[in-house]
């Protein structure tokens, strides 16, 4: 059977671009996992499920209303807005939601592999399959594209990330600023916490060091694990390529992630609504190319600032808590930065400290 479109990945990005499409055409959607493999902390912005019009639902955990940021020499600024700002997912339940939503539209879904694509027909376990038009969703798997000769993001964090019982405020997400190329997190659930980071190196020494490091703070109850999860994040590559003719990219797959965070349900989810159009490249890199090159530009920023520097970024930025907790925008990084810069005490300082800041850009 010929289709209008092919979505291969049934992950957000995936289900979100084969709903849109289904304003086209007819839409099949390849998804190998009986169930979405899950390797992140679940946690997506109140304003993301407004712009992706996503109602919350039985797949919400966890309400968070900002967060506490560590910084390396021990300085903490604390952002409490007096509204939730996120919600804490079970990606399995809300990947599944997205899917179920997608096939409840009118999206044909094939649960096989898709092994190859060459002029229009998609080649899988299953038989063969033509489409006039085929997205590509496949997360952090790059075989396809590889296989296609497609581009791929080329830098990657590594992730790693356990669950268990930790002492914390249920109202805020921790940012430990104690490894070398990100942070360490700690996303509160209801009667428990995930607790995890990315560091461009195996990650897990990294993870077992900052439990113990929680454990000597008397904050670790009980020395079970409850759950295990390890996964890539590909950084956003500007020059990476989307668009081929008849297949697109999106998602992971194209690096629509948060260099910032390593965050890329809502970002993927905003270019996913633009990845059956024509123009699609140019749709999505107007309107979230300029946040994503902020988002990198920030993390590498941020990386290179020695600690005494960093812990100086931290004073600095507490002058603007209030300013944050009103118009900060954790996928929006322009918003954010425009809320930052509004306080004139922290402009100035900021600017006061810029040639310190150079120095270690040098």
């Known amino acids: 059977m010929k289709y209008d479109f092919a979505v291969v990945g049934g992950g957000p990005a995936g289900c979100i671009a084969a709903g849109r499409a289904l304003e086209k055409g007819d839409v099949i959607l390849f998804e190998e996992h009986k169930k979405q493999p899950v390797h992140c902390a679940g946690l997506i912005s109140v304003s993301g499920f407004e712009r992706l019009e996503i109602k919350k639902k039985h797949f919400v955990l966890n309400e968070v209303k900002g967060a506490k940021l560590f910084s390396p020499l021990g300085t903490i600024v604390e952002i409490r807005a007096k509204e939730a700002k996120a919600y804490v997912v079970d990606r399995s339940l809300f990947d599944g939601f997205l899917l179920n939503s997608a096939v409840s539209k009118g999206v044909s879904c094939e649960s096989m592999r898709v092994l190859g694509i060459e002029n229009s027909v998609l080649h899988t376990q299953g038989g ?21 000769k497609l581009d791929c993001p080329d830098e990657f964090l590594l992730g790693a990330q356990y669950e268990m019982d930790v002492e914390c405020d249920r109202d805020l997400v921790e940012l430990h600023f104690v490894v070398p190329d990100f942070f360490a997190w700690i996303v509160p659930l209801e009667d428990k916490a995930r607790v995890g ?9 990294f993870l077992d060091s900052f439990v113990s490091r929680l454990a000597k703070q008397n904050r670790v109850k009980g020395s079970r694990v409850q759950n295990e999860s390890y996964g890539i994040i590909p950084l956003y590559n500007p020059k990476l390529r989307t668009q081929y003719g008849k297949i697109n990219l999106v998602g992971d797959a194209a690096g ?26 140019r749709l999505w890199r107007r ?9 990198l530009w920030i993390h590498r920023f941020v990386n ?7 812990d100086r ?28 810069f509004k306080n004139p005490k922290f402009t100035l300082k900021f600017l006061l400290n810029t040639p310190s800041f150079l120095l270690d850009l040098l």
């Not at 309107?287 to 988002?295: E, P, S």
């Open 197 to 205: 980071l990315c560091t461009k190196s195996n990650p897990k020494p």
């Open 128 to 148: 063969e399959f033509k489409a006039e038009k085929t997205i590509l969703a496949t997360g952090t798997d790059y075989n396809l594209q590889k296989a296609c």
């Open 287 to 295: 309107n979230i190319g300029a946040d994503l090159r902020l988002h």
């Open 256 to 281: 629509h992630v948060k260099a910032t965070t390593g965050g890329g349900v809502v970002m993927g989810g905003v270019a996913a609504e633009y990845a059956c159009m024509e123009d699609y490249e």
């Open 313 to 340: 970024l931290f004073k600095i930025t507490s002058e603007s808590r209030n300013s944050l907790e009103s118009g900060g925008d954790m996928d929006y990084a322009q918003k954010t930065v425009k809320a930052l």
């Open 304 to 310: 290179r600032l020695s600690p005494q520097n960093l």
